[in-house]
């Protein structure tokens, strides 16, 4: 079994900062990509960051230069730093990781469950 578990949602001010973290744990040969999604109110689930194994990263128009995605493999744990906050932030965070559970199978993809991100103005 591989748990994904989010973790860091919280209400805030618009301007404000706030740090999401994602632990991936069980049994865990190789994490490959790993990626953050939100889905806001009424709207379809959109891809935030993602990150390569080897650190490289590329992020949505809406987020680039405020937020920062990164992964400490050591720890195997995501995390998405948001800086300069805006309303439409607003939405559930997903963490999301292709994970390869031993040597001899295929990686699957899988969803943490969701933390909450509420941006007040």
């Known amino acids: 079994q591989v748990q994904l578990v989010e973790s860091g949602g919280e209400l805030m001010q618009a301007g404000g900062s706030l740090r999401l973290s994602c632990a991936a744990s069980?049994?865990?040969?190789?994490?490959?990509?790993m990626a953050w999604y939100r889905q806001a109110p009424g709207k379809q689930r959109e891809l935030v960051a993602v990150?390569?194994?080897?650190?490289?990263?590329i992020y949505a128009d809406s987020v680039k230069g405020r937020f920062t995605i990164s992964r400490d493999n050591t720890k195997n744990t995501l995390y998405l730093q948001m800086n300069s906050l805006k309303p439409e932030d607003t939405a559930v965070y997903y963490c999301?990781?292709?994970?390869?559970?031993?040597?001899?199978?295929?990686?699957?993809?899988?969803w943490g469950q969701g933390t909450q991100v509420t941006v007040s103005s």
């Open positions: 999301n990781a292709n994970i390869q559970r031993n040597g001899y199978t295929l990686a699957n993809t899988y």
């Open positions: 069980g049994s865990i040969f190789r994490i490959n990509a």
């Open positions: 990150i390569t194994s080897g650190g490289s990263a």
